[in-house]
């Protein structure tokens, strides 16, 4: 391969997906060490495409056996070194990214790849078991291609897992991210409801009004309301407090009451015990008095 052949090749795997990715890939990967000491230089390119593309093929000539056993054991097939298999021929989730996590980090570019360029992630079960994973591992070299990821038309779990891993991580790059997925009202309650979440797991103060102010509206979906709460505790800010006692003394259904509770519980203070201890007197729900109760006692 040339060295025009193998610049217009590359140029494909770092921008290119399905089809036309695996082709240039495979073109790249057939030349073998020819190409290694290219490869090696794209390691420090400024582009995070070509950095990704780069770990990706050379994980492939350095480590291809375990990158072919990290496709089996995110389908949920038996690996080497499990004893059992279960009763339904496959494991959970859970199973799959424990048996993912000890391969080690050496997997995340296998793993993003699959994600983002060869798209052989077919359900939920092995969307969540990759992003467990990546979750667990909490690898720098994920944040930007999953950045990438939520802001894409993308499969609906995708995007959820890929907003709680973001907010994992709490790398100050994505914030603004996360926020623009929260404001975006063509995505769905269920991934808007994500990025409140994530938001607040960033720990940034710039997060308190814009959740604030997604839970002072009620024209929003409840999820994405009770998951602004969430947010909120996440934040660990104890001056939102005050707004969530505010919320919690009007009348509420009994799942934003919950919530309420829990987040008080978690943030802690005069204030959310104050709330709590008037909520368990007085509250009409037999199921939120407990609640306010048992949190109440957790922060004496």
């Keep these: 391969m040339s060295n025009g052949d193998f610049a217009q090749q590359f140029q494909t795997c770092a921008t290119g997906e399905g089809t036309p990715y695996l082709v240039a890939r495979d073109a790249i990967l057939a030349m073998g060490a020819a190409v290694r000491a290219q490869l090696d230089a794209k390691l420090d390119s400024s582009d995070w495409h070509e950095q990704l593309a780069a770990q990706?093929?050379?994980?492939?000539?350095?480590?291809?056996?375990?990158?072919?056993?990290v496709k089996k054991t995110v389908g949920g097939l038996p690996s080497r070194g499990m004893l059992s298999t279960p009763v339904s021929g496959t494991f959970t989730p859970s199973d799959r990214a424990r048996g993912l996590k000890a391969m080690g980090t050496a997997i995340v570019p296998r793993l993003l790849e699959m994600l983002l360029k060869s798209y052989e992630v077919f359900d939920t079960a092995e969307t969540q078991a990759i992003f467990q994973t990546l979750n667990a591992l909490r690898d720098p070299r994920s944040v930007m291609p999953l950045a990438d990821l939520v802001g894409r038309t993308a499969p609906e779990p995708a995007q959820i897992f890929a907003l709680g891993t973001l907010g994992t991580m709490k790398d100050p790059r994505t914030f603004q991210t996360v926020q623009s997925q929260l404001a975006n009202q063509t995505n769905t309650a269920g991934v808007r409801a994500a990025a409140a979440v994530?938001?607040?797991?960033?720990?940034d103060q710039r997060a308190m009004p814009v959740?604030?102010?997604?839970?002072?509206?009620t024209t929003e979906a409840d999820i994405v309301r009770r998951n602004a709460v969430r947010g909120l505790s996440q934040l660990g800010d104890q001056s939102a407090s005050e707004a969530l006692a505010a919320l919690l003394r009007s009348e509420q259904p009994p799942e934003m009451a919950l919530t309420l509770v829990q987040a008080l519980g978690k943030?802690?203070?005069p204030t959310a015990i104050a709330a709590l201890e008037e909520t368990g007197r007085s509250h009409t729900e037999v199921t939120v008095r407990q609640a306010a109760e048992g949190a109440r006692r957790t922060l004496a």
């Excluded at 994530?198 to 720990?203: I, K, P």
């Excluded at 959740?211 to 509206?217: E, F, I, K, Q, W």
Aim: hydrophobic share 55%.
């Design 56 to 69: 990706i093929l050379i994980g492939w000539l350095d480590n291809r056996q375990l990158f072919d056993q």
């Design 267 to 269: 943030l802690g203070g």
């Design 211 to 217: 959740l604030l102010a997604l839970l002072r509206d």
């Design 198 to 203: 994530a938001l607040g797991m960033f720990e």
